[in-house]
């Protein structure tokens, strides 16, 4: 199938969470990276997380060896010692303290890792890819989990967890509102949905509608001041 140009491709609920809450950022300095994500912090968002749950998800299944994650750990420094560009040893130290928080903060708990489900959401008419970083059982019941490496308000957060909690039961998924929760490893936080999707159901399709409309406009580098205004959206809230 040919994608129309100017289409928007499937965006990361963290994509729709980051817009919606994005205070007086501008609509495409949001959009930028998930539009270029192989150009500047497109392709440092890409590096850093994905590499991290793969441990973390290897130390499960290992049945928490720590071996795991020790082993990761090793390679990442080995990498860093040997590497002249500041960016990738930046990336590699910024894996090295997410696995190491995780092991302080979340290494004593009893999760059976569960296989990896890809889950969407359809809002007005764009698809937001909402799947959990770990899908997991624990004491008999499954678990949804995001994980957070960086400083995300509680807004954030709750969009995040009630659009990927709604993907699930589209995706036929029985989950409760408490089995959605949200990791935060720099603060040792876990958070949980504050209510459901209806609440902010009118909140998240204007901005889906807003993104859509902007989507084609959003170039690589920032454009001038001026052109900018003329296309900013007011900022989305809810209440």
Known sequence: MTVRSGAVPPLSVSCLAEYITRGGR?????????????????????????????????F????????????AIAAWESKAGKTDKKSVRSKLHSNI????????????????????????????QLIFTASPDLWVKANGRELLIKV?????????????????????LTHGYRVRQHEALYLNLRTGEEMFPRFAYKRIAMTVSTAARQIARIWPTVTPSAAP?????????AIVTYR
């Open 225 to 233: 001041a001026s052109s900018l205004s003329k296309r900013r959206d």
């Open 148 to 168: 957070g490496f960086g400083k995300k308000g509680r807004s954030y957060v709750d969009v995040v967890l009630a659009v990927m909690r709604r993907a699930a």
């Open 26 to 58: 501008s609509p495409e300095s949001v959009l930028r990276p998930y539009k270029f994500k192989d150009l500047g912090e497109g392709r440092a968002r890409i590096v850093f997380h994905p590499p991290v749950l793969t441990v973390i998800r290897r």
């Open 60 to 71: 499960y299944k290992s049945n928490k060896d720590t071996r795991v994650i020790d082993t």
């Open 97 to 124: 303290k997410g696995l190491r928080l995780f092991l302080t903060r979340y290494g004593n708990k009893e999760f059976e890792i569960l296989p990896s489900r890809k889950i969407s959401y359809l809002i007005e």
